[in-house]
């Protein structure tokens, strides 16, 4: 270890975020308003996370009313509210049963142990491999950072665990043979990558994944916390397959619309192995959490919203082609699903999201060099003209800094 003297940062924060420098006071709807009073639109909503926008009035009105009741006992007791989201969410979905947690992490961390517990209560402990892919993200527990495999994330937390598989993207040779393996338990992929930048798998490819989990007695683990509920304009991602629903599906973000929730569903087979004492958490699926996601999930389940997420999706997609045609020196690539969009860049994408923060538009950082798009999903077609009308002047300032550079001036 370096003997250089340690310094502790002035706000006492583990520094562990790249944080631009905004302080946000209060949020309605898509704009939030600084502890400047500067007012931003927000294309980011906490990384797909606050989907009917901010301070939504029946949310509200959900957290006074259960803050006066009850907040906390224990998944020791019955929880009234945890059954009856627990009913609307396999209601809704492939899914007989829900385990809930606070982050979409620990809601992975449910989905990779029901799975090993499934093939280890049919007699096949062995059968432990998860298979993910290369641009996956799942979170920063440990379990998570090994499945997603991302080798920035791992270094210098020690030993890759066994039984983690990362293949590329759209290999399916490798898929192939790593599926027919008798040690693997379970495929786990986004239907669409968040943090990757984007990136849709095509739905020939999922319901491919099915009838080859199948094929081999193999789980099938969607993660959904970035892409589901409602964010491409389907309640759940993978519905846009068709037929290729999962075992396991985890779900998280949008479910609390900021409340930490999320939650593990599963067919009653695919948990046959979560009996009494194999999991458990203290907060996941309390009354105070439970209360928020149940009115969160009545509103990101309404098919006009849904309906709404692709109008507003296409009007997008539409235009931001458009800026891709007009500003090829900065925008390569448009991707994504509804309103997961992806813009892949030539400028780097870190020096883009300040500029349009100078527009006061926010939008998140990506990998593969990409912006997201990651409106709440009740943003009105109004408010996504006003987003393209800052990402052109985003673009149009990205273009005078790179001349700038070129010739050697600074713009
Ligand atoms: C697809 C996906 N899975 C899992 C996670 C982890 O969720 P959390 O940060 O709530 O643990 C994220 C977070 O960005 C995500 O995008």
Same mark, same amino acid.
């Given at each position: 270890?370096?003997?250089?003297?340690?310094?502790? =940062?002035?706000?006492?924060?583990?520094?562990?975020?790249?944080?631009?420098?905004?302080?946000?006071?209060?949020?309605?709807?898509?704009?939030?308003?600084?502890?400047?009073?500067?007012?931003?639109?927000?294309?980011?909503?906490?990384?797909?996370?606050?989907?009917?926008?901010?301070?939504?009035?029946?949310?509200?009105?959900?957290?006074?009313?259960?803050?006066?009741?009850?907040?906390?006992?224990?998944?020791?007791?019955?929880?009234?509210?945890?059954?009856?989201? /627990?009913?609307?969410?396999?209601?809704?979905?492939?899914?007989?049963?829900? @385990?809930?947690?606070?982050?979409?992490?620990?809601?992975?961390?449910?989905?990779?142990?029901?799975?090993?517990?499934?093939? /280890? %209560?049919?007699?096949?402990?062995?059968? $432990?491999?998860? $298979?993910?892919?290369?641009?996956?993200?799942?979170?920063?527990?440990?379990?998570?950072?090994?499945?997603?495999?991302?080798?920035?994330?791992?270094?210098?937390?020690?030993?890759?665990?066994?039984?983690?598989?990362?293949?590329?993207?759209?290999?399916?040779?490798?898929?192939?043979?790593?599926?027919?393996?008798?040690?693997?338990? %379970?495929?786990?992929?986004?239907?669409?990558?968040?943090?990757?930048?984007?990136?849709?798998?095509?739905?020939?490819?999922?319901?491919?994944?099915?009838?080859?989990?199948?094929?081999?007695?193999?789980?099938?683990?969607?993660?959904?916390?970035?892409?589901?509920?409602?964010?491409?304009?389907?309640? @759940?991602?993978?519905?846009?397959?068709? %037929?290729?629903?999962?075992?396991?599906?985890?779900?998280?973000?949008?479910?609390?619309?900021?409340?930490?929730?999320?939650?593990?569903?599963?067919?009653?087979?695919?948990?046959?192995?979560?009996?009494?004492?194999?999991?458990?958490?203290?907060?996941?699926?309390?009354?105070?959490?439970?209360?928020?996601?149940?009115?969160?999930?009545?509103?990101?389940?309404?098919?006009?919203?849904?309906?709404?997420?692709?109008?507003?999706?296409?009007? @997008?997609?539409?235009?931001?082609?458009?800026?891709?045609?007009?500003?090829?020196?900065?925008?390569?690539?448009?991707?994504?699903?509804?309103?997961?969009?992806?813009?892949?860049? $030539?400028?780097?994408?870190?020096?883009?999201?300040?500029?349009?923060?100078?527009?006061?538009?926010?939008?998140?950082?990506?990998?593969?060099?990409?912006?997201?798009?990651? =409106?709440?999903?009740? $943003?009105?077609?109004?408010?996504?003209?006003?987003?393209?009308?800052?990402?052109?002047?985003?673009?149009?300032?990205?273009?005078?800094?790179?001349?700038?550079?070129?010739?050697?001036?600074? =713009?």
């Amino acid at each position: 270890m370096s003997n250089a003297a340690v310094s502790v =940062p002035a706000d006492h924060l583990m520094g562990v975020y790249n944080r631009a420098p905004l302080a946000f006071l209060r949020g309605e709807g898509v704009r939030l308003t600084t502890t400047d009073g500067e007012v931003y639109l927000d294309c980011m909503a906490g990384i797909a996370t606050c989907g009917l926008g901010h301070a939504h009035p029946r949310l509200v009105a959900a957290v006074k009313r259960q803050s006066e009741k009850l907040w906390h006992v224990s998944n020791v007791f019955r929880i009234p509210e945890q059954e009856a989201l /627990a009913a609307r969410l396999t209601e809704a979905s492939f899914a007989d049963v829900v @385990f809930f947690t606070n982050s979409g992490a620990e809601a992975l961390e449910c989905a990779l142990k029901t799975a090993r517990k499934y093939h /280890a %209560a049919r007699g096949a402990p062995e059968r $432990i491999d998860i $298979i993910g892919f290369e641009g996956a993200f799942h979170g920063r527990t440990y379990a998570t950072i090994n499945a997603a495999g991302n080798p920035s994330y791992l270094e210098g937390f020690g030993p890759k665990l066994p039984g983690y598989v990362q293949l590329n993207f759209g290999d399916h040779d490798a898929l192939k043979t790593a599926i027919a393996q008798p040690t693997t338990a %379970a495929v786990l992929v986004e239907p669409v990558q968040g943090e990757g930048g984007a990136r849709a798998l095509p739905d020939a490819c999922l319901r491919g994944l099915r009838e080859l989990c199948d094929q081999h007695g193999v789980l099938l683990i969607f993660d959904e916390v970035q892409c589901g509920l409602g964010r491409t304009g389907q309640l @759940f991602a993978h519905e846009w397959a068709g %037929a290729a629903t999962p075992d396991i599906m985890a779900l998280a973000k949008a479910l609390g619309n900021g409340f930490p929730v999320g939650a593990c569903l599963a067919t009653a087979k695919a948990a046959q192995g979560m009996t009494v004492g194999a999991h458990g958490s203290t907060y996941g699926g309390n009354p105070f959490a439970m209360a928020v996601a149940l009115e969160t999930f009545d509103e990101l389940s309404k098919p006009d919203l849904l309906a709404h997420v692709r109008e507003v999706a296409g009007y @997008f997609t539409q235009q931001l082609e458009g800026l891709k045609t007009r500003f090829p020196d900065i925008i390569v690539d448009i991707r994504g699903r509804g309103l997961l969009i992806g813009i892949k860049l $030539i400028p780097n994408n870190r020096a883009f999201m300040a500029l349009a923060r100078d527009q006061h538009l926010l939008i998140a950082g990506g990998g593969d060099n990409c912006v997201r798009l990651l =409106p709440p999903l009740v $943003i009105s077609l109004e408010e996504a003209r006003e987003a393209v009308a800052k990402l052109e002047a985003t673009c149009e300032a990205a273009r005078q800094a790179a001349l700038a550079e070129q010739s050697g001036t600074t =713009p």
